[in-house]
T-cell receptor, first 112, second 112 residues
Framework: QKEVEQDPGPLSVPEGAIVSLNCTYS??????FMWYRQYSRKGPELLMY??SSGNKEDGRFTAQVDKSSKYISLFIRDSQPSDSATYLC????????????WGLGTSLAVNP | DTEVTQTPKHLVMGMTNKKSLKCEQH?????MYWYKQKAKKPPELMFV???????INESVPSRFSPECPNSSLLNLHLHALQPEDSALYLC???????????FGEGSRLTVL
């Protein structure tokens, strides 16, 4: 079993839809959860960083963590064509020199 | 705009060439990273510098040689590369080795 599982998609939605992106992880020692957005041929851009169960909201983006189920989600409200990108979850354990464990990334297309 | 700056954006080199990739950040971060990313894959960690000292080398071949001249700069020296080394090379920084990572736009390397 991979440490972090993420469905690579592709996911295609109409403009204005609510998008749900998800990752599951296997190690309960993982404590820190990130979502990155990556446009084609660009570096990953940090969207959300959380470390506790529950929801964290930033504009149209909501990150949700359920540590009991080892499940994290990113919701995008009122999706726009400019949201078309690959979304990667990344998870860290506690301790020094925390290494990121990455999901495969989900490719999202928002159609006008 | 990212606050991690990478140069050059594109590099084409032959297998006998010597070249360098450069990275600069002015956020006062004390940890800097090199990642390699192939198409449709997540980033793979290569090296971590923590407080200007190499703290992680992910068994990277010696044809890749990192250097951290000071807390703001990170170089990756390239020598005798193979065509399979063609990839997007990403630099990242974090406030300390336990923080969230901020990435540059990447240097796209093609080895002929």
């Amino acid at each position: 079993q991979k440490e972090v599982e993420q469905d690579p998609g592709p996911l295609s939605v109409p403009e204005g839809a609510i998008v749900s992106l998800n990752c599951t992880y296997s190690n309960s020692a993982f404590q820190y959860f990130m979502w990155y957005r990556q446009y084609s041929r660009k570096g990953p851009e940090l969207l959300m960083y959380t470390y506790s169960s529950g929801n964290k909201e930033d504009g149209r983006f909501t990150a949700q963590v359920d540590k009991s189920s080892k499940y994290i989600s990113l919701f995008i409200r009122d999706s726009q064509p400019s949201d078309s990108a690959t979304y990667l979850c990344a998870i860290q354990n506690a301790g020094n020199n925390r290494k990121l464990i990455w999901g495969l990334g989900t490719s999202l297309a928002v159609n006008p | 705009d990212t606050e991690v700056t990478q140069t050059p954006k594109h590099l084409v080199m032959g297998m006998t060439n010597k070249k360098s990739l450069k990275c600069e950040q002015h956020m006062g971060h004390r940890a800097m990273y090199w990642y390699k990313q192939k198409a449709k894959k997540p980033p793979e960690l290569m090296f971590v510098y923590s407080y200007e000292k190499l703290s992680i080398n992910e068994s990277v071949p010696s044809r890749f040689s990192p250097e951290c001249p000071n807390s703001s700069l990170l170089n990756l020296h390239l020598h005798a590369l193979q065509p399979e080394d063609s990839a997007l090379y990403l630099c990242a920084s974090s406030q300390d080795p336990s923080g969230e990572l901020f990435f540059g736009e990447g240097s796209r390397l093609t080895v002929l």
